[in-house]
């Protein structure tokens, strides 16, 4: 929930009020409807507070969500990155620049196998 919304739950109320309500109160939940229904769903069971009733980490590899992810390695390590960027540097909100990925570039070959391409510039944390 921190990456995706760029703040913890409970982040406005001091540590300890925080520490104590998290037991008493239904898991947060993504303030925005902007994220995929398999997004959310996967949160919402990440932060099952019932063991007996939350997937363990085998299964929630299963999950759709993952399942959708993988093979694009690239993608998650750029938001990891540009996560980790918008922490340090906390005045700039823009994203670090990226290659793009395999993915993307096989998207855009097919697409426009004729235009001229950019080259694009990549920034290293």
């Given at each position: 929930?921190?990456?995706?919304?760029?703040?913890?739950?409970?982040?406005?109320?001091?540590?300890?009020?925080?520490?104590?309500?998290?037991?008493?109160?239904?898991?947060?939940?993504?303030?925005?409807?902007?994220?995929?229904?398999?997004?959310?769903?996967?949160?919402?069971?990440?932060?099952?507070?019932?063991?007996?009733?939350?997937?363990?980490?085998?299964?929630?590899?299963?999950?759709?969500?993952?399942?959708?992810?993988?093979?694009?390695?690239?993608?998650?390590?750029e938001l990891v990155q540009n996560y980790l960027h918008r922490v340090a540097n906390p005045k700039q909100s823009a994203p670090i620049a990226r290659?793009?990925?395999?993915?993307?570039?096989?998207?855009?070959?097919?697409?426009?196998?004729?235009?001229?391409?950019?080259?694009?510039?990549?920034?290293?944390?």
């Open positions: 929930i921190e990456m995706a919304q760029g703040e913890p739950p409970h982040y406005d109320l001091p540590p300890m009020k925080a520490l104590f309500l998290i037991p008493s109160v239904p898991p947060p939940k993504l303030k925005s409807e902007k994220w995929s229904a398999e997004f959310r769903h996967f949160i919402e069971q990440c932060l099952c507070k019932n063991p007996l009733k939350r997937p363990s980490s085998v299964e929630l590899t299963q999950h759709p969500f993952i399942k959708r992810g993988e093979g694009r390695s690239n993608e998650i390590k290659e793009p990925s395999q993915h993307e570039s096989e998207e855009s070959q097919s697409t426009s196998a004729n235009s001229p391409s950019i080259p694009s510039t990549t920034t290293t944390t």
